[in-house]
């Protein structure tokens, strides 16, 4: 097998327009498409996609499963915004050899990365 990319993420959540208010007025993003009568929402990021849905009692929320990390244009900004927005933080602001990164958590408590990489480590490489 060769995967060649991710093809999107989804987050499951359990009530669709919470979610949408935290996603689009916290997160800024914006709908690129809408399935099942409502039930999978799409939004673009970059070349790739995030997707947010409720599709049944198989695939729930958790703040123990997978996460989404957002690579930002200004980190300081974003979590400035965050905070304005009162977004719960499961990790403040910290920073590594390679980046800064926070942690918030989307009002089922689904866990997603700030990101924004240092200038030297465009590739993630840390040395």
Known sequence: MIIKKIGFVAIPVTDIPRARK???EVLGLRVSDEMMSGKWIEYAVG????????VGEHWTPSDQGTGAAFEV???????KLLKDQRARF????????CCHMAVVQDPDGNKLIIHKLKPQNKKGVCK
């Open 73 to 79: 244009e200004d980190f300081a900004e974003a979590i």
């Open 22 to 24: 935290f996603y689009e």
């Open 90 to 97: 499961a990790a403040e602001p910290f920073e590594t050899p």
């Open 47 to 54: 070349d790739d996609s995030l997707a947010i849905a409720n």
